[in-house]
């Protein structure tokens, strides 16, 4: 059996990831008293802030009905338990995770780990987006990258004491 999401349904999932982002990411600069740690998760709130904007783009110019080929109900139970589960969940914004770690590494690793999942959620998008939303998306995983790059080698300078 096949389950035909449109394009807008699936933006409307990464935006709401975003969404997410932005509020795990605020929360967790308002909560750590290192200055550094601080600025770097401010930088990822404006960073998700823009992919909202790349994906009320996509949605505009995808016009909300074209249905997604070859998207069967595998798809769809898998793209909602990546969604639910791995990336920014409202568990992980919400609860007391984001404001009880106990050290910059482990903010950083959690951070790390969101990064990781968003990563992974749009590459399965675009397995299934329309190619006209590749290069928006192509640019979307970009950033996502280059988050993950700016974290991990803050991780290590933190590590090596610096």
Not at 6 to 29: C, H, K, P, V, W
Request: overall charge negative.
């Amino acid at each position: 059996m096949s389950i035909h999401f449109t394009s807008e349904e699936i933006i409307n999932l990464a935006i709401d990831i975003e969404r997410r982002g932005i509020a795990f990411y605020d929360t967790m600069a308002r909560s750590t008293e290192s200055s550094a740690l601080s600025s770097a998760f401010q930088f990822l709130v404006n960073m998700e802030q823009q992919h909202v904007q790349i994906f009320l783009s996509m949605r505009t110019k995808a016009g909300g009905s074209q249905a997604l080929e070859n998207y069967t109900a595998e798809h769809s139970a898998y793209l909602d338990a990546l969604a639910a589960s791995a990336v920014f969940t409202d568990d992980m914004v919400t609860s007391e995770l984001a404001t009880k770690i106990n050290s910059d590494i482990e903010a950083l690793e959690l951070a790390i780990s969101a990064e990781k999942d968003s990563i992974l959620f749009y590459y399965e998008l675009w397995d299934i987006m329309p190619q006209t939303s590749h290069s928006l998306l192509s640019q979307v995983i970009s950033e996502e990258k280059s988050h993950l790059r700016q974290l991990s080698q803050l991780k290590k300078e933190l590590q090596a004491g610096g």
